[in-house]
């Protein structure tokens, strides 16, 4: 009896002082699980439109972005399995999202980038845009490193893949004005 009661008493303390080990969403705030959560259906967001794009227009540079959004959606998943969050991709087809927001502005984009090569191209550089003002917000709004880290190597993919589709822009004899950043 002794034993049992002593192997309890380790297996306990074990577990209180692994269970303060682990990370929870009880560590974030309401502001950012909602931010996390949206970055991961953002990145999907556009991972699934220069999915479409390219199906359509064969433009090498949106199945090359599609690829390195993917790597986006990953690196947004290792937050919510590190805090514990429930992931709001339950459905990984594209065009599929929790949020309906997402869903509409994934039709409304397409209808737009169906509409010609320029049009795809500068839809391109608008998700890439948003993501930016989104993931710039959503840094200040953390004090968290691990996030901050995570937001930042997105901020930077996303300033190169918007400098990516505006060059293509650009040879199509088109440019392009930066309407939510600089």
Same mark, same amino acid.
């Given at each position: 009896m002794k034993r049992f009661v002593l192997m309890l008493g =380790?297996?306990?303390m074990s577990f209180t002082l692994f269970s303060n080990l682990g990370i929870s969403a009880v560590n974030l705030s309401s502001q950012e699980i909602k931010d996390i959560l949206h970055m991961r259906e953002e990145e999907k967001l556009a991972r699934d439109v220069y999915t479409t794009l390219y199906n359509l227009y064969k433009i090498p540079t949106f199945y090359n972005i599609s690829k390195s959004e993917q790597t986006h959606m990953n690196a947004v998943k290792t937050l919510i399995n590190y805090y514990n969050l429930k992931?709001? =991709?339950?459905?990984?087809?594209?065009?599929k999202f929790s949020d309906p927001k997402f869903t509409e502005l994934y039709n409304n984009l397409i209808e737009r980038g169906k509409k010609s090569v320029i049009e795809a191209l500068k839809v391109?550089?608008?998700i890439e845009e948003l993501d930016i003002k989104d993931l710039q917000e959503a840094i200040n709004r953390t004090n968290k490193a691990d996030i901050i880290r995570v937001y930042t190597n997105l901020l930077k993919g996303s300033q190169n893949h918007r400098e990516a589709f505006i060059k293509v822009l650009q040879r199509y004899g088109e440019s392009y004005t930066p309407t939510y950043t600089n």
């Open positions: =380790i297996l306990l992931d709001p =991709i339950t459905d990984d087809s594209v065009g391109g550089i608008l």
